[in-house]
């Protein structure tokens, strides 16, 4: 079997055993689900009608729950189980299994988005005609595009969280608080516009912050154009992302028992 055979199927092995373990914690699912409504009732009660912006920062939010704890806990218990170790004695990459269990946990949160949307609608009835309106004259192409940029953008800051967390022996509560800003510097739920300029200017390095604000300007010439910002944020993360997370690899390759917990 040739390397890249060996690596595709190491990170199909990870990302099934993910699927697994997510699928005997529906917890973690319905967590996925009820954060984000929650969060994007509180913030824009008052602050405006609801729009198709308003819903992919909503399944930003559920993307970016599952996708901030869930490396957090893989590497912590990995770790503790000594598997990150025994993985390091052998030729193959630390970073593809990891790389793997982010597929499935990003997967897992995909099932989640349709409930999140069903909230969304049932907290904001009285907008749903208004809203569905907007969704029918913004054009699907930009739609699809957003919606790409917020996963494959969420999916590479994932990695490079992960990549952070290997090379650190006690990072349980490293993320603690990190949720909560992400969706106050993403402008999921209210445009980056009304933070504080240094604010502004740390949210314009998240992809998915680009990504909703082309469909609130949809009807804009400016939409396209930050779609194709965001898009190119997210291939730059997700390229990030698999640096750190090969040269975590490769220094646990060196010295397993530098980042064990004993």
């Known amino acids: ?17 993910q ?3 997510n699928r005997v914690s529906p917890l973690a699912v319905v967590t996925n689900a009820v954060g984000p409504v929650a969060y994007g009732a509180a913030i824009t009660a008052g602050y405006g009608r609801p729009s198709p912006g ?20 893989i590497v912590v218990n990995e770790r503790s189980w000594g598997t990150l170790q025994s993985i390091a004695a052998t030729p193959t990459s630390v970073a593809w299994p990891l790389i793997g269990r982010l597929i499935g946990s990003c997967l897992t949160a ?5 409930a999140i949307v069903i909230g969304m609608l049932l907290i904001f009835a009285r907008s749903v005609p208004g809203m569905l309106a907007e ?42 608080g ?37 469909l609130r300007q949809a009807d804009s010439t400016t939409g396209p154009v930050e779609l194709v910002l965001g898009a190119a944020l997210a291939v730059a993360w997700c390229v990030l992302g698999a640096f750190l997370m090969g040269r975590s690899g490769r220094a ?11």
């Open 135 to 176: 969704l029918g004259r913004t054009p699907a192409g930009l739609l699809a595009g957003a919606f790409a940029v917020t996963v494959v953008g969420l999916f590479g800051m994932s990695m490079v969280l992960m990549g952070v967390l290997i090379r650190f022996r006690y990072s349980a509560g490293m993320v603690n």
């Open 19 to 21: 699927w697994r373990l």
């Open 178 to 214: 990190l949720f909560g800003l992400m969706i106050l510097l993403g402008g999921f739920f209210v445009p980056l516009e009304i933070l504080p300029i240094g604010l502004e200017a740390v949210g314009r390095a998240i992809p998915a912050a680009w990504a909703v604000d082309a």
């Open 1 to 17: 079997m040739t390397a890249v055979g060996q690596a595709l199927r190491v990170v199909g092995s990870g990302c099934r055993t």
């Open 110 to 114: 995909l099932f989640c988005l349709p």
């Open 54 to 73: 308003l819903l992919l920062g909503a399944m930003a939010a559920g993307l970016w729950s599952a996708l901030m704890i869930e490396p957090t806990v």
């Open 252 to 262: 646990l390759q060196r010295s397993p028992l530098a980042y064990s917990h004993g």
